[in-house]
């Protein structure tokens, strides 16, 4: 299954170029929140937010205002992807029967859910927008995507907390290597910096709250560490089978080589011990690709800089990959992006992609103290140069959700 388009919007940049660039810099995206008045009443008042993105660069203003960020954010990579496939000009010669889009959201539409909550509050029922469903469902991006390019194969959208963009990714690999469809346009979008978003994680005690220092709050497999940063975003693949690229004359720039989904079947919100479901995802996604342990070079890691996950998705890969755990590089680039939840997973397998394809390994940034329980190569602080034939990106939801999905360099790419 090859790839032959990318898109991106983070924290770190609103395409491709600046946020790879970015991330080999070792830049943090998190700051203090812009979207809203996050007074002393918040326990968490920063986060990584997309800046100075233009929605007007993809969709006319009317548009603009009928629809939810985290939905602006999906037209906006899947145009980038297009583009680089070379799609958006071929779109009359390819049967758009069997071009089909799944975009993964954990949350959809919560800002407008939230101002239209409020609306209804204080000036009653008669008030809410005609575009307030519309706006809201998870499943809109995946909807306008494929309403923009006339894509009438496969449409859906995978919730899965925290997994949703690699479940969304993984699910169109499997439809193409199927047969289901010849083209996909896969990935994820989150846009959830919101009052209640905010208020809901800290809550429950998930987040960092190092207010005085926003960008050294992100900090994956450091003792130190006391939460993720929320962060929003979107990551785009266009996943295509070699016959149709090759037909086309398209530049390939990777592939998914396979793919596993298991649930843990155990708590709410913690993993597992010792990432027993995580194991499983991993063995699952190696066998699937018909590779060992290995030939694995780089782990984009779930690393969401949580005591629980990044103690545990240390031991998973100690039990997948034995002492080769220790020759790979298993880095978090949550460091830098934040946790984007429901786009995380679409966004870091195109990280992988990049790494594969550039052999340059991203920084984990914001290390400090060694934690004696994870003791692997985690990139800590530097970016690492070296060949990247194959990585793996982990993605683990509340819920017990667990993706891996397994990515390869294309010789030419």
């Given at each position: 299954?090859?790839?032959?388009?990318?898109?991106?919007?983070?924290?770190?940049?609103?395409?491709?170029?600046?946020?790879?660039?970015?991330?080999?810099?070792?830049?943090s995206g998190a700051g203090p929140i812009t979207h809203f008045d996050a007074t002393d009443d918040f326990a968490v008042r920063f986060a990584c937010e997309v800046k100075d993105f233009d929605p007007?660069?993809?969709?006319?203003?009317?548009?603009?205002?009928?629809?939810?960020?985290?939905?602006?954010?999906?037209?906006?990579?899947?145009?980038?992807?297009?583009?680089?496939?070379?799609?958006?000009?071929?779109?009359?010669?390819?049967?758009?029967?069997?071009i089909g889009v799944i975009i993964g959201s954990g949350i959809g539409g919560i800002a407008t859910f939230e101002e239209q909550a409020q609306v209804m509050f204080e000036r009653g029922p008669q008030r809410i927008s005609p575009f307030f469903i519309p706006m809201f469902i998870a499943d809109i991006a995946s909807g306008l995507v494929s309403m923009r390019y006339g894509a009438r194969g496969p449409n859906f959208t995978t919730v899965s907390a925290c997994a949703s963009g690699a479940h969304a990714v993984g699910t169109?690999?499997?439809?193409?290597?199927?047969?289901?469809?010849?083209?996909?346009?896969?990935?994820?979008?989150?846009?959830?910096?919101t009052p209640m978003t905010m208020a809901g994680f800290a809550s429950m005690r998930a987040l960092s709250t190092r207010n005085d220092s926003p960008e050294t709050a992100s900090r994956p497999f450091d003792a130190e560490r006391d939460g993720f940063v929320l962060g929003e975003g979107a990551g785009c693949l266009i996943l295509e089978s070699l016959e149709h690229a090759e037909a086309r004359g398209a530049k390939i720039l990777g592939e998914i080589i396979?793919?596993?989904?298991?649930?843990?079947?155990?708590?709410?919100?913690?993993?597992?011990?010792?990432?027993?479901?995580?194991?499983?995802?991993m063995r699952l996604a190696l066998e699937d690709a018909g590779v060992e342990p290995e030939e694995v070079?780089?782990?984009?890691?779930?690393?969401?800089?949580?005591?629980?996950?990044?103690?545990?998705?240390?031991?998973?890969?100690?039990?997948?990959?034995?002492?080769?755990?220790?020759d790979l590089v298993m880095g978090s680039t949550?460091?830098?992006?934040?946790?984007?939840?429901?786009?995380?997973?679409?966004?870091?397998?195109?990280?992988?992609?990049?790494?594969?394809?550039?052999?340059?390994?991203?920084?984990?940034?914001?290390?400090?103290?060694?934690?004696?329980?994870?003791?692997l190569n985690y990139?800590?602080?530097?970016?690492?140069?070296?060949?990247?034939?194959?990585?793996?990106?982990?993605?683990?939801?509340f819920g017990g959700h667990n993706v891996c999905l397994a990515v390869k360099r294309w010789p030419d790419s």
């Open positions: 299954m090859v790839v032959t388009g990318l898109g991106l919007v983070t924290p770190l940049g609103n395409d491709l170029t600046s946020t790879w660039k970015a991330l080999l810099e070792g830049e007007e660069l993809y969709m006319e203003r009317k548009e603009v205002r009928r629809t939810d960020r985290f939905a602006q954010f999906a037209l906006a990579v899947a145009q980038q992807a297009m583009e680089q496939a070379g799609l958006q000009e071929e779109l009359d010669e390819i049967d758009r029967d069997r169109a690999y499997r439809l193409v290597a199927r047969g289901e469809a010849d083209v996909m346009i896969a990935g994820g979008a989150e846009a959830t910096v396979g793919y596993g989904q298991t649930a843990d079947a155990y708590h709410l919100t913690a993993p597992a011990p010792e990432g027993a479901g995580a194991q499983l995802a070079d780089y782990i984009n890691a779930h690393g969401t800089s949580t005591p629980a996950n990044d103690m545990n998705e240390t031991l998973a890969v100690k039990a997948v990959f034995g002492d080769h755990a220790y949550k460091s830098m992006t934040g946790h984007l939840l429901g786009a995380a997973g679409a966004v870091e397998t195109v990280i992988s992609l990049l790494a594969c394809q550039n052999g340059v390994i991203p920084p984990t940034i914001n290390f400090s103290t060694p934690d004696p329980d994870c003791d990139a800590h602080n530097e970016r690492v140069e070296r060949e990247v034939e194959i990585a793996i990106s982990n993605s683990f939801g």
